[in-house]
C-alpha cells in the first residue's frame, strides 16, 4: 500500500494508487479521491480570487478505473462576486470524461454577528463496533480511520480521519481532507445489507455554511429507499468546531446477484 490516493506525473496527470480502489469492486475507484482530486483542481483555479466555494457537487460519469487519469478545469461563469467552475477527470489517453465536479464559489463577507448553525456540534464518544460489511475491505476503506458512534435520532453516525494524503506529500487543505471522506456518507447511512443490494451513488452534493477545519470530520448519515429502485442518503457534516453543512447522494438500488 502506498501513502497518498495519486501520485503526480505530470502538471495535470496523476496516478492512482490501490488507496483509491472501491468496496464495491476493486477496479473502480470510490468517490472521495476523485471529489478530492477535482476539489484540489478548483481550489488552485480560485488563487488569489478572493472568492471561497460554498457548493461542491460530484457526479460520477462513468467507472472511474484505476488508472493514469488527467484533469482539465474551466470557468463557464466568472465573476468578482459569483463564479461557477468546473472541473473533470478522464483517463490518460481518453477525451470522455468519468467524473466532474462543479462548483460555486462566492465573496465572502463579514457575518460573525449573525452567524448560527442549525445543529449543536457534534462531540466524538468511544466508538462502537462497526457493521459486519465493508469496513475490513482492501483499498480505500484502509486509508481512513472511522470511528462508529451511537445512532443518532435514526441516523448512523462516524467520525473520520484521513490516513493519506491526496497527490505524494504534497499539503492539503482542509476542505481537501474533508472531500477525502464525505463521500463515504452513502456507507455510513446504509439501510441495506450490501450483499443482498447494491446501493452505488451517482453523485455527491456538499453545501457548506462554512468551510472546515481540521483533521477529523463527521457524517450523521440516513438513507431512503422508494419503491421502484431509487434511493437517496442526506447527512449533516460536522468538524471538531461544530455543524458545517449537508450533503446528499442519489443512489441505485438494485439486488445482488
Request: glycine content about 8%; some cysteine.
Amino acid at each position: 500500500m502506498t501513502d497518498c490516493y495519486y501520485r503526480r506525473l505530470g502538471k495535470y496527470e496523476y496516478a492512482s494508487t490501490d488507496f483509491t480502489r472501491s468496496n464495491w469492486t476493486p477496479e473502480i475507484q470510490h468517490g472521495s479521491p476523485p471529489l478530492a482530486l477535482l476539489t484540489r483542481a478548483i481550489e488552485d483555479e480560485l488563487a488569489g480570487s478572493g472568492l471561497r466555494i460554498g457548493r461542491l457537487t460530484l457526479d460520477i460519469l462513468g467507472a472511474i478505473p484505476v488508472a493514469p487519469l488527467h484533469v482539465q478545469t474551466r470557468v463557464p461563469r466568472p465573476g468578482k462576486r459569483i463564479a461557477l467552475l468546473t472541473s473533470e477527470l478522464a483517463a490518460v489517453g481518453d477525451t470522455r470524461p468519468v467524473a466532474r465536479v462543479t462548483a460555486w464559489a462566492l465573496a465572502p463577507s463579514d457575518t460573525a454577528a449573525v452567524a448560527t448553525d442549525r445543529y449543536p456540534p457534534l462531540v466524538e464518544v468511544p466508538p462502537t463496533p462497526a457493521p459486519a460489511f465493508w469496513w475490513d475491505a482492501p483499498g480505500y476503506l484502509e486509508s481512513v480511520d472511522f470511528r462508529n458512534q451511537p445512532d443518532d435520532a435514526g441516523a448512523r453516525v462516524v467520525w473520520m480521519t484521513p490516513r493519506a494524503g491526496l497527490i505524494d506529500d504534497e499539503p492539503t487543505t482542509a476542505l481537501q481532507r474533508l472531500t477525502m471522506v464525505v463521500d463515504s456518507a452513502n456507507g455510513v447511512g446504509a439501510v441495506l445489507d450490501p450483499s443482498t443490494f447494491a446501493f452505488m451513488n451517482t453523485d455527491t452534493v456538499l453545501h457548506l455554511h462554512r468551510l472546515p477545519t481540521g483533521q477529523d470530520f463527521a457524517v450523521r448519515a440516513r438513507a431512503s429507499i422508494g419503491p421502484d429502485g431509487l434511493g437517496v442518503t442526506t447527512a449533516e457534516v460536522f468538524d471538531r468546531d461544530g455543524f458545517i453543512g449537508t450533503s446528499a447522494q442519489t443512489l441505485l438500488v438494485q439486488p445482488v446477484g
